[in-house]
């Protein structure tokens, strides 16, 4: 089950991450040699051909607006702008034939790019 620590008197639905998306970031966090205190963050960014991106990366730094989201032992940290796009979104992880990458399944998304990577908003 998913959890997350929102600030005080927020009123935003819940990101999420799936069962997959859980597991794959405990192992890439395990694989790597200073890994204490990490968690991977998600974040928005303005670009790709659809207006908006998302970006993951391991980050180490806990900001004191930050939002937490825990599932299992991985953590998933949000910055609340980045949480205003991402607003009952779920973070994936898929394995198919063409690759393995993180995705997200957002409901405040309009259109998004073949890769996944990008998207506009309505």
Same mark, same amino acid.
């Given at each position: 089950?998913?959890?997350?620590?929102?600030?005080?008197?927020?009123?935003?639905?819940?990101?999420?991450?799936?069962? %997959?998306?859980?597991?794959?970031?405990?192992?890439?966090?395990?694989?790597?040699?200073? @890994?204490?205190?990490?968690?991977?963050?998600?974040?928005?960014?303005?670009?790709?051909?659809?207006?908006?991106?998302?970006?993951?990366?391991?980050?180490?730094?806990?900001?004191?607006?930050?939002?937490?989201?825990?599932?299992?032992?991985?953590?998933?940290?949000?910055?609340?702008?980045?949480?205003?796009?991402?607003?009952?979104?779920?973070?994936?992880?898929?394995?198919?034939?063409?690759?393995?990458?993180?995705?997200?399944?957002?409901? @405040?998304?309009?259109?998004?790019?073949?890769?996944?990577?990008?998207? %506009?908003?309505?």
């Amino acid at each position: 089950m998913t959890q997350s620590t929102l600030p005080a008197g927020t009123d935003i639905p819940a990101f999420s991450m799936s069962a %997959s998306a859980a597991a794959r970031i405990v192992d890439i966090i395990s694989q790597q040699p200073d @890994n204490a205190g990490l968690a991977l963050r998600v974040s928005i960014e303005a670009g790709g051909c659809n207006g908006f991106q998302y970006q993951f990366r391991l980050d180490r730094e806990r900001r004191d607006d930050d939002i937490l989201i825990k599932r299992d032992s991985a953590e998933v940290l949000v910055d609340p702008v980045s949480m205003d796009l991402l607003a009952g979104a779920e973070l994936e992880f898929v394995d198919k034939l063409m690759g393995a990458h993180f995705t997200i399944s957002n409901p @405040n998304a309009a259109t998004s790019c073949g890769c996944g990577t990008s998207f %506009s908003l309505a």
